[in-house]
């Protein structure tokens, strides 16, 4: 290919700019810094120079590559840059391409950047329909696209008449405590989930708070049980992205199969499999994560042992780490995908699940579905659910009915969910059952009630669990010690305080300072760094001591060794505990982010929006902090118009998987 000849500008100017808005905390530093990297490799065209910042800086805010088409019409908007900034920018890196077809041939041209088609010598960068990726991204995106495309398409034989009769015991409708009306003609979603993931090695179920998706795989485990060919040899893993969705998901089919053990008897030994599972785990711990690396013990040349893998709180799961998952699984495994295609997404890049689910709603079955769905469960999949839908829609089955989250705070999470602001508003200030209060306009003064002694109808903050270190066990046996602090831990597990923003007066770094002060004041704790009532979350995988990133733990001390302080974690109704000073990475959590808290759930949540509308305040994060709360939800919010706007604003995360997962097999020279 013919190469142009690339204009340079003085890219030294560039990067002073570049660092003044990285100084200023509108950029992250890494993006300059990546530029530097390649301008070390021979880039030398500023323009490009510029771009890379962008990539690098979009990639922390979760997205797996930059638009081309994005980054041309609206770089303001992309990068979070006024207009007076961007052109300060766009002056240093004069001259910039014109339009989209310039940044694709410059790019095109650019010998750091492989577009794909053209020779590929390993370049950093990858140019791919329009889409600048980092090239691991690229590999990753392409990877998951592949195999997910392969496993929707791999069929099992199922025995239709034995998987008929199993699934008609499994969901004898006598056992649900709302069957449905004479008048309901709506499928029973969570049937056709468990008949679907018979026949292929990839499922995903997805469905918003209560529609039952671990009920429903609960049965679905039983039914696999129930028809494999060799029950005792069948291998289950359960896993989740955090060490609380893994215990929660453990409890939650622990206690599914233990009522279901009752219902069907001595014909399926259930017992047998609820012990043959063993505990579930964070998927760093089920890959086997080797400290100080971003590698794992199982990988593609290491498989995992297992015939059926769990993944719960699937929104959850970064594009890394999918490919990494999916690497690691055997070939003939069955991986079943759970979670809630609205809640937000990962922390890290990638939207993997809400790409999955973007045509969920629609259903799109086949007719080959529809009939195998009618000889399997006799249910009637309606017309508005059927169309040509890909491998990957036949495989993917949506939970429509809460069973469970159906009063004031359900309805208040579908308002905020169909982004109807109106109705969303008007849900909080009708205060039915005392189940919504909104505080707004607020005062830090608000929060640290809250805190201490909830709200008039919920009542139960940080007050109730801090009672209860007062009444301490006189016996020091290590049974009767282990009770009273899981009696603790529950405790504090009812109540929380969740921010939209970590930094401010508003955020989780100042509410956790100001509380502390206030007990501290009203005497309900004393003491320095590790006193005894501080909760604490873990910030980083540490296997040596078998704690990871999101874990809760409280602050008590060793009933044998004086005023020395372990902290003690709940695994599912037992306790385990870590001596304090061999936990390096942890912060008080009083309060938190709502991203720390998925997985979670809590009689009473509070939502503490900031000051001020931000990228991150989106209508996706305040879904999740509702859907958080059992009973009661408070939201505070210092300016009333904040809330409105959040549900204005959709999370948009770019990525190429969607695009991926409906074209042919293009995944040559990956690596």
Sequence with gaps: MAMTTINTH???????????????GLLRRLGPAFARFMASLGMTAASQILICTALSELEGRGHSCLMLQDFVSDPCTLLGLSTEQWQILADAANPLPIDLPAWRNSLS????????????TQQALVLEDDRLYLRRYWRDENQVAQQLRQRASQKRDVDIARAQQWLDKLFDASDKSDTRAETDTSPDWQKIACA??????????????????????????????ALADNRERLRIALAAPTGKAAARLKQSIDDALSGLAEKVGATLPLAELTARMGAARTLHSLLGATPNTRAF????????????????????????????????????AILILLGDKDQLASVEAGAVLGDLCRNAQAGGYSSDTVTYVAQTTSEVIPVEFLGIGSALSQQTVMLRKSRRFSGPIGTLALAVNAGDASKAIACLRSNEQHALSWISPAQPANILQLAIDG?????????????????????????????WASSVLQSFESFRILCAVREGEWGVSGLNQIIEQRLKADGLIEGSEWYEGRPIMVTRNDYSTGVFNGDIGITLYDPLREKSPRVYFLEGQAVRSVLATRLRHVETAYAMTVHKSQGSEFRHT?????KETSPVVTRELVYTGITRARDYFT?????????????????QRASGLGSLLNEADNSNNLE
């Excluded at 041209?109 to 590929?120: L, R, S, T």
């Excluded at 939201?635 to 999370?651: C, G, Y």
Aim: proline content about 4%; aromatic content about 6%; glycine content about 6%.
């Design 10 to 24: 003085n890219t030294e100017t560039l990067f002073a700019e570049l660092d003044s808005l990285a100084e200023d």
């Design 109 to 120: 041209n650019c010998k750091q950047v492989w577009a794909v088609g053209n020779e590929d």
């Design 196 to 225: 679907i993931a018979l026949r292929s090695t990839l499922t995903i179920i997805t469905g918003g708070p209560g529609t039952g998706k671990t009920y429903t795989v609960a049965r679905l485990l039983a039914l696999l049980f």
């Design 297 to 332: 013990r199982h990988h593609v040349g290491n498989l995992l042992d297992v015939d059926v893998l769990i993944v719960d709180e699937a929104s959850m799961v970064h594009l890394e780490m999918m490919a990494s998952v999916l690497a690691a699984l055997p070939a003939n």
């Design 455 to 483: 709200r008039s109808g919920a009542e139960g903050g940080y007050r109730n669990y801090l009672s209860l270190l007062k009444r301490k066990p006189s016996d020091k046996a290590v049974i009767s010690y282990d009770k």
């Design 606 to 610: 509070v939502l503490v929006l900031p």
């Design 635 to 651: 939201l505070i919010s210092p300016i009333p118009t904040v809330f409105e706007e959040a549900i204005k604003q959709r999370t």
